[in-house]
């Protein structure tokens, strides 16, 4: 399993439905994996705590996405207007996850293994990219009169952005740093992405069409 993946993947394709046609399911979340093993001494686990600690701030700050897509409004599409207008409320809302995503990671302190350095710069460029798209998206979908024969090439258009996000793994890179994978399976932030029956479970149908 990719932790952290299906939880957003879910929550986001269910708000694609609003914009595009019907026929696409939503991902189901899969459970994270328990590390198998013998346990860790005391020392280790002191060692570790610092590493744990980081992993817990990080899965925090991605979490401020899930949360804000949690609450983002449904798509009404009973008129060309309603579309634009509650397409750009959603389209905000998705901004604004991506801002608080972004200032947490940046505020996050230097990881304890340097490794993480590497995959906090990698999460910040991805939020980064998807920020921009999702911004373009939106600025179209706000300077589209409802009358224009192009509202619908727009209001489709904005799915671009969404599918995008739904394909970031918020805990990307983790696995292949071994002291961050053993971390996030112990950080209880992290165990909220990816456990079934967590928070982000709860939030993978925000409202359908």
């Known amino acids: 399993m990719r932790p952290g993946k299906t939880a957003l993947a879910a929550l986001v394709s269910v708000m694609g439905l609003s914009l595009v046609a019907c026929g ?11 590390p198998d093993g013998p346990g860790i001494s005391r020392g280790e686990a002191e060692q570790q705590a610092p590493t744990v600690r980081w992993a817990d701030d990080y899965c925090l700050a991605v979490g401020k996405l899930v949360q804000s897509l949690s609450s983002m409004p449904a798509v009404d599409p009973s008129s060309t207007e309603r579309a634009l207008q509650t397409s750009s409320k959603l389209l905000g809302s998705m901004l604004t996850g991506l801002d608080d ?17 590497g995959v906090r710069d990698t999460a910040i460029e991805t ?17 589209t009169p409802p009358g224009d024969p192009s509202a619908k090439d727009a209001l489709s258009a904005a799915s671009g952005p969404i599918d995008e996000v739904s394909k970031i793994e918020l805990l990307d890179g983790f696995t292949s740093v071994p002291e961050l994978s053993t971390a996030s399976a112990q950080a209880v932030s992290c165990q909220q992405l990816t456990n079934h029956g967590g928070p982000s479970a709860s939030l993978s149908r925000p409202g359908t069409p």
């Open 24 to 34: 696409q399911q939503p991902q189901r979340v899969s459970p994270g994996a328990a």
């Open 127 to 143: 939020f980064s990219g998807a920020r921009a798209k999702v911004a373009a998206a939106r600025q179209r979908v706000d300077s």
């Open 101 to 117: 995503t972004l200032q947490q990671l940046r505020r996050l302190p230097r990881s304890p293994v340097e490794a993480g350095e």
